[in-house]
């Protein structure tokens, strides 16, 4: 067979990486694919910009609408990023008949409802491995690998910035901003990094990966979403002490109401090997019915590492030219008019446990008050520590529960707030133990 | 579309797993396949035998050959296990152009070669997801997800019975004989559990997973096999106090000479996520040159985790039944006229640090005996530990090495086992550091 065609859009980070890794492995690519991938055209806004691959060879050009166009293309890689304009190309590249290849997280959680129905109807494929931890296969893994679970349940460690965050926060007893500063500086943070450290790039991803393992639509504005900002080296300490590694998780689970949909900082047991994934690396367990746990780890960032993810989605769809549409794997793993509307669960009804962190007098009767409040509402407690400050008559007070439900968890909190002896509010971080044992 | 027709052969475990999986996820598997997969009629060698599976509703035979024959089965799941009479019905099947799944790791690493050959000239797939590391989907992984590297090396555990064995000698101090009673008793081992101890399993893996990494043919008879009968609870805890852990691995890498393809207990520092993975549980560690370090983790055996991978291949292949054939996954992830013949290294080359454990008389002059030997052969010492015993007048001697070639490490030992010091035989364990990072 003669060469693919590939007209890459955007030439950033990713779109060099890609261009590195499709010239520098183009021998075992077309050993693979039965054929070679001949990239057709390029596109970036700005030609004279330096960039960490060679274009000397390229057919660059700064006109995206021209490559989608282009009729000797077959296949669009989007790796500009962003909502706007990559979603008008996108569409524009399907209506005009292409296969697509995006990394782009924001426009698959927001508007791929509306660019796979648009696929569907133009008998062409979008793939998206690369827009959910870099170079896991991930999508793959859970659409074809796991097809014969009935998914249970989801976590992620799906934003590196904040993992390299919280270990080095862990392994060098930084402060948040210290940390973040650090991060920026090494390049694994952008400048504004609200997108990372607030959870909203690890709902982007957790809604694909809902999707994908339950059947149901992408609905991002349904994700429940926390940051890491407020953790500190303390809460870390602390919840070492009680042997558990906190990490920023992206958690799917089925419950007997529908399926929850979270984003936020969680305590897990130091002994799971997810717990131990450290700096940028991602990692995720899913949890199905047949299969029993698995984890699925790697680099979830990085040029060549989501580089990666994109070639493989190329080689797929490259492979999937002449193959008649309806046997092609569905975009969100399950079959376009069998999606089902399972219900989003919401906050309230979460169930978890829970680590809570308090300052309290340092006085008798303190911790009859506290633990009170939790027996009257019916929450187990699994452990307490209390620990003296170095100047204050106060003591720091922690508290692991079991599970309750959160708006249970919320009424104790406002309780808790309204003791004399309990000063400011009352840390809450929520406690998972992704404990799965195999079938 | 109407159902997909499948013939199961063998309803043992993996066979009665995958009736399982299939009845009660049909609703799920369907909605991703986009039709239904009926089992057209299984194949038991005693029909009054008490399953694990409901059979009340499948068309029972005894007559494998009347299954594979049979003109409305599409796919064959060949679940017997072993070489013969699995290779005949396979091959009996692909004649009669249907396509195969199967868990049979025997029959892909010996056969495949020709079998693959078979396939290719009928038009049909051989898919065998579940040959190897049970339900963990790293065929799919390797030859699809990670399609845009270079692979450089992988790594596994894929020997549930071996790994439970290490684990339970050094979570409980049993001895190896011990902890394979209790393996046995499990159910984790079999009574002759030669293929598991000795390694012979895990290279039957190895060579399917070094061809699909590579593009190298199957060649079982040129994996360096070696198993774990001689490790011992000390061995394991002086593994312990020099920061490594003792696992049982198939290791494929490439060098600059060829390579490498081999099965041996290995020390792996404990800080390597790898080195956590525990009981019968698999992980499989791959490191391309685009996507860094990667690790997949999962059940490496057991009725559903492996049903799970088989009904993930059935529902690629049904997919698969309507393809043109020359846009199909190639068998060994290269296509058949594109694998290569790259040299597999011979023991004498490989390139490995050591962990050596010498008994020695407890006298001045024998630690200078046995430093001067590695440094005549420019063998470097990492690490020397030097115990004694409660009783002899002996002291055990361990020697942790850097990187050496084995040729050189054997002359070494020739030479030590000369020194009228030393007692007995050097016991030798290699150690790899397994340390990619990611780019």
Redesign the interface.
Known sequence: ?GPAHIGILGLGTVGC?TVN??T??AD???????RQISIAAACARNLTRRRDCDTSELNLTTDAVSVVENPDIDVIVELIGGESPAKELVMAAIRNRKHVVTANKALIAIHGNEIFDCAQQHGVVVAF?AAVAG???II??I????????IESLAGIINGTGNYILSSMRDHGDSFDQALRQAQNLGYAEEDPTFDIEGIDAAHKLTILAAIAF?IPLQFDKVYTEGIRNISTEDIRFAEELGYRIKHLGIAKRTTTGVELRVHPTLIPERR?IA??EG??N?VLVN????????????GA????T??????D???VV??????P?????HL???AN?I?DIPVVSPGDFETAYFLSMEALDRPGVLADVTRIFGELDISIEAILQREPVEKNTAQVIILTQETKEQRMMQALVQLEELPSIMDAVKRIRVEHLSYS??
Chains 1, 2 share one sequence.
Request: no cysteine; aromatic share 2%; hydrophobic share 40%.
């Open positions: 067979m990486g890794v499709l520098r492995n075992e690519i077309s050993r693979r694919a039965g491995e170079g896991i296969s793959k893994a659409r074809e690998g796991l097809a014969g679970n009935r059947g090997l131990n994934v940028v690396m990692a199905g019915d047949a299969v029993g746990p698995t984890l699925h780890y790697g680099a990085g040029a060549e590492p580089a990666s993810s994109v070639v493989a190329i080689v797929d492979r999937a030219l002449t193959t008649d309806n046997n092609r794997v569905p793993a399950f079959q069998a089902s195999a079938t």
